[in-house]
C-alpha cells in the first residue's frame, strides 16, 4: 500500500517539489526568516450554528453588529455575515442544510473585545444579557480580572473586556 513509512513508492516530502524546489525546503519550520502576516488584512470568523435567525438577532442585538452579507442554498449551505460598517472583521455564522454540524466550541475558544470606557462596557454587558447570551464564568480567571464572559446557544464564547488594547510589538 503506498505511503506507508517502508514503502519505497512512497511520496516523502524529499520526492514532492512545488515548481523547482522541494516541498521540504519550502517548509516554514525550516526556515530561519520568520513568516510574516500581511500588513494589512481582513478577519473573517466562520463559525457553525444550529439556527442561523437566532444568532443573527442576539449578535445584532448583543454585539450591536449589523447584516453585511448573506447567502443561501450554495452548496447546501446558508450563511449570515455580521459586523459593522468599516471594520476589517467580521463572523460569518454556516447552516450546512444537508449534513448540519454540532459547534463544537471549547471554553477557551473565546472571541474578545476590549472597550475601555466602563459606562460603555457597563451597557454592552446589559445588552449581551437582555440578547439573550448566558453570563457564564470564564475557565481562564484572567478574563475575570476586568472582564465578562458570555456565551451564546451554541456554546461560543464571548468575552467584553474593560480595557484598552494595545497592540503587540514584534521583537
Request: hydrophobic share 35%; net charge neutral; charged share 20%.
Amino acid at each position: 500500500m503506498s505511503g506507508r513509512r517502508n514503502d519505497p513508492g512512497a511520496k516523502t516530502p524529499e520526492k514532492i517539489s512545488v515548481g523547482d524546489r522541494p516541498a521540504a525546503e519550502l517548509s516554514p519550520y525550516r526556515s530561519r526568516t520568520p513568516i510574516r502576516a500581511p500588513v494589512q488584512c481582513s478577519l473573517r470568523i466562520a463559525r457553525p450554528v444550529t439556527n442561523l435567525a437566532l444568532t443573527q438577532t442576539i449578535y445584532c442585538r448583543g454585539l450591536g453588529l449589523q447584516v453585511v452579507g448573506r447567502f443561501e442554498n450554495h452548496a447546501g449551505f446558508d450563511s449570515v455575515m455580521l459586523g459593522t460598517e468599516g471594520a476589517d472583521y467580521h463572523f460569518e455564522f454556516t447552516l450546512c442544510r444537508s449534513h448540519p454540524i454540532a459547534p463544537a466550541p471549547t471554553a477557551e475558544d473565546l472571541t474578545v473585545f476590549y472597550i475601555p470606557s466602563s459606562a460603555e462596557w457597563d451597557a454592552a454587558c446589559a445588552n449581551m444579557v437582555s440578547a439573550g447570551f448566558k453570563h457564564v464564568a470564564s475557565f481562564n480567571p484572567y478574563w475575570e480580572t476586568r472582564g465578562r464572559t458570555y456565551e451564546d446557544p451554541d456554546g461560543y464564547r464571548i468575552v467584553l473586556q474593560n480595557a484598552e488594547w494595545s497592540s503587540v510589538k514584534a521583537s
